[in-house]
């Protein structure tokens, strides 16, 4: 069976365990993946901002709040990112975004706090 080349598709010649056709493909390949790896990090980064963005526009000088979750996702606020987690005494997850945590208070409700700034 013939293997092809994963960066530019030419037919390999020589050894079957080979992954690219010679050495410039390979390091090609791995400086796209790299590039891959740095946009999804932009991304995550851009999501992250953007939410604190939005909490800190909800929550203006408080420091302790609950908002309707339609209205939190109204906002565009990206739930799956987050900076960190932690569970409290009673066992709740809160989901860290920078200088505030949230959690799901209720099915409707998400509770957002400050965090203190020691
Ligand atoms: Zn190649």
Same mark, same amino acid.
């Given at each position: /069976?013939?293997?092809?080349?994963?960066?530019?598709?030419?037919?390999?010649? +020589?050894?079957?365990?080979?992954?690219?056709?010679?050495?410039?493909?390979?390091?090609?390949?791995?400086?796209?993946?790299?590039?891959?790896?740095?946009?999804?990090?932009?991304?995550?980064?851009?999501?992250?901002?953007?939410?604190?963005?939005?909490?800190?526009?909800? /929550?203006?000088?408080?420091?302790?709040? !609950?908002?309707?979750?339609?209205?939190?996702?109204?906002?565009?606020?990206?739930?799956? =990112?987050?900076?960190?987690? =932690?569970?409290?005494?009673? +066992?709740? /997850? =809160?989901?860290?975004? =920078?200088?505030?945590?949230?959690?799901?208070?209720?099915? !409707?409700?998400?509770?957002?706090?400050?965090?203190?700034?020691?």
């Amino acid at each position: /069976m013939k293997k092809q080349c994963e960066h530019c598709s030419k037919e390999i010649q +020589g050894r079957s365990d080979k992954r690219f056709c010679s050495l410039d493909c390979k390091n090609k390949s791995a400086a796209v993946r790299r590039a891959d790896t740095r946009d999804a990090v932009v991304e995550v980064d851009k999501w992250l901002h953007r939410n604190r963005e939005i909490l800190l526009t909800l /929550m203006g000088n408080s420091n302790k709040e !609950q908002f309707d979750r339609a209205l939190l996702t109204r906002t565009g606020f990206k739930y799956e =990112y987050h900076t960190g987690t =932690y569970l409290n005494k009673e +066992g709740k /997850m =809160y989901r860290l975004v =920078y200088d505030f945590a949230w959690m799901e208070f209720s099915d !409707q409700k998400i509770l957002i706090v400050r965090k203190k700034t020691t």
